[in-house]
Structures are given as C-alpha cells and as structure tokens.
C-alpha cells in the first residue's frame, strides 16, 4: 500500500543553518507530495507541495523537489530560523477513485532551532 | 474565507459526559474529515463526509458520532469517552473528495480534549 517514511527526529539547529528533512514515498499510482507544518498547540498548515515528477515546492524559504527515480521530497531551507520551530510532516495524496480521499502522513520531525 | 474554525479550542470533559466538538468551513469545500492527533504523532483519519453523506468510517468506536449538517458544518458528538481519548481533535476539509491528488487538505486548529 501506499505510505510515507520521513527522517526521524528530534532535529536541533543553530539559527541559520541548513535544514534537510528526508521525506521518501511508496505509491502504486501517482501521488501528490506535500510538506505540511504544525506549529506548538495549532493545526496543520500546508507549507508547500508538487503534484508531478521534477516539480518543485517551495514557500517561505522552503523547497522540496519531486524526485520520481528516488521517490523522494526531501524538504530543505538554506538559513532556519527561531520561528521555524515546529514539527513537519510530509504527505502524499493518491490519485484515484477510491484513493483520492486518502492522506497518508509520515511520523513527522520536530525541529528545533536555537538562537 | 481560506479557514476551517472549530470550537472549543480547548474540552474538559468526564467519562460520562456527553459534549459535541463544531467545525466550520466556508470554502465551498464539499469533503470534511475528522482526524484525532496524539502527541508527537501524525493524525489518524476517523470519518470522511464528502457531500455531506458519511463516506469512511474508520472503524472508530461508537462512543464517537458524527454528524454534517449541511456543507460547511461538521459536528463531532461525544459520549461516556475513555481517557485514552484524550487528544487533539482535527477537522479538515478539501474540494473535493475525488476530484485528483492535487488538491490539499486546510486544516483547523483543532480542539484539545481531555478526559477527566
């Protein structure tokens, strides 16, 4: 079945390092990626997502590219900040008939960064 | 409108209470899911209503009973809970529910519940 293993965490990170979150995906049809963001004691937020191979997602600094032959959507920013603090959960949505409903969810990673 | 609202934000209930958790969408949206989210964990889908009939159940207690009024509203009913039920409860909402991939889901805030 479909699924969705994601980078475990805690990540800790100094103000303006690099982030790279590893996000890969097992799909029988062709899915759409998404990275989504949950903030301490709120819901979800859509950060970004990219609906075919090579597409490229990108909001408020953050990228992740849909990469078919590795079945990945790695999610990176190049210089995090406080604020970005927060658990990331990538996604992917199955097209189909009687998949289409269907979100499956990695475990998610909870970054941290420090001033 | 681009919100889901659900209220309350935060439920104290006993276990043999009976309460209702509300969300709302104005969206157009015509599929709603309820998810339930434990700490440091994904949300797990419960019901999915697309067009206002219950399409997935899944395989939730009966002690859990939803309920879609009309297109925007969503209601959650609750009655004699567990305290494992406690958790954050979420509501969500998307186009369509078979209309493609594409489309993401907008998630509320949720409610926290917790069972006394």
């Known amino acids: 079945g479909d699924s969705v293993t994601q980078m475990e965490g805690p990540v800790t990170l100094s103000e303006e390092a690099c982030l790279t979150i590893?996000?890969?995906?097992?799909?029988?049809?062709?899915?759409?990626l998404f990275w989504y963001v949950q903030y301490p004691g709120e819901g979800l937020q859509l950060l970004l997502k990219?609906?075919?191979?090579?597409d490229k997602g990108s909001n408020k600094g953050f990228e992740a590219t849909y990469r078919k032959e590795t079945t990945s959507f790695h999610l990176e920013k190049g210089s995090v900040q406080v604020s970005d603090s927060a658990v990331y959960f990538c996604?992917?949505?199955?097209?189909?008939?009687?998949?289409?409903?269907?979100?499956?969810f990695g475990t998610g990673t909870s970054l941290t960064v420090i001033p | 409108d681009t919100e889901v609202t659900q209220t309350p934000k935060h439920l104290v209930m006993g276990m043999t209470n009976k309460k209702s958790l509300k969300c709302e969408q104005h969206?157009?949206?015509?599929?709603m899911y309820w998810y339930k989210q434990k700490a440091k964990k994904p949300p797990e889908l419960m019901f999915v209503?697309?067009?206002?009939?219950?399409?997935i159940n899944e395989s939730v207690p009966s002690r859990f009973s939803p309920e879609c009024p009309n297109s925007s509203l969503l209601n959650l009913h609750l009655h004699a809970l567990q305290p494992e039920d406690s958790a954050l409860y979420l509501c969500a909402s998307s186009q369509d529910r078979g209309a493609g991939s594409n489309y993401g889901y907008t998630f509320g805030s949720g409610t926290r519940l917790t069972v006394v």
């Open positions: 990219a609906t075919k191979a090579d």
């Open positions: 590893n996000c890969t995906y097992t799909a029988t049809g062709y899915p759409s």
């Open positions: 969206m157009g949206h015509r599929a």
């Open positions: 996604a992917l949505r199955a097209v189909g008939v009687n998949t289409g409903n269907q979100f499956y």
């Open positions: 209503y697309s067009y206002e009939k219950l399409s």
